[in-house]
């Protein structure tokens, strides 16, 4: 076999990553009919078809699947590779982080102190997201690493690895004056703001209160703890935030602590990929002992 021509494997591999033959034109900025004719250099060169049709859509053979998983590393890596590159031509070294948006700040901000060293000149570039926009983004090696509330699964996400840094209680709060009744048939009293239910701790939350048989009414569901906290506020409503660092952020506040749920912890983890070179700014935070952040008697 002759030397293989690296643009027509790349070509098939951005059909196998979009589905079909026009999609991956667009991406790739060329005529379909160019791209097909790529593929079918490709598929004389290897000796074999790479695709059958599904429907509208292009699924690879069993030939198509075994050189996809190859060309899928040999891309990424090369994608590892110009990363490496490209912070080594900055003045300063970025860090592309991804933060859940159901994850405590407060919290999250003292982890990623964790990556700011003076002498590496850090550049820290943060950005919000759901769970799954941000795994998408890991793996198109758009981010260095994720927090986020749940791990992953090294077995259904390839090349993928999490690492629990930490898991706190958190608390049940309202504006004074206080429900009458003790906790937790105090949340009965009042309309409820919670974490959303595609988070983590937003379905823990539930199952809890359909574990106690609680009646309670669920005002509305909200990642942003600043915006719940406003919204309870206005509404007279109960709100939740993490037990370890309420006091610190409703300290100026008519704002109270009805009660601990020690029962449902928010989970914190650090998710990242597999690569030769790790950003040293994720091993640091992989290899740090997070344990003072998540105990409350070191809260003192």
Known sequence: MNQLNFNHLYYFWQVCKTGSVVRAADVLCLAPQTVTGQIKSLEEQLGGVLFRRQGRGLVPTELGQLVFRYADRMFMLSQEMLDIVNYRKESHLLFDVGVADALSKQL??????????????IHLRCFESTHEMLLEQLSQHKLDMILSDCPIDSTQQEGLFSVKLGECP???????????LPFPASLEERRL????????????????????????????????????????????????????????????????????LDAVMEEYHVIFAERMIQHPAVQRICHRDFSALFTPELQA
């Open 108 to 121: 999250v901000s003292k982890v990623l102190q964790a990556a700011v060293v003076a002498e590496e000149g």
């Open 170 to 180: 958190i608390s049940f709060w309202c504006n004074t004056p206080l429900p009458t």
């Open 193 to 260: 703001l919670i974490p959303g239910r595609r988070s983590m701790l937003g379905r823990k939350l539930l199952n809890w209160i359909h574990s106690q048989g609680l009646q309670v009414e669920i005002l509305g569901e909200f990642d942003d703890a600043a915006l719940m906290k406003a919204f309870g506020a206005l509404n007279n409503a109960i709100f939740v935030a993490p037990t370890l660092y309420g006091d610190e952020i409703y300290r100026d506040d008519a704002i109270k602590e009805i009660g601990r």
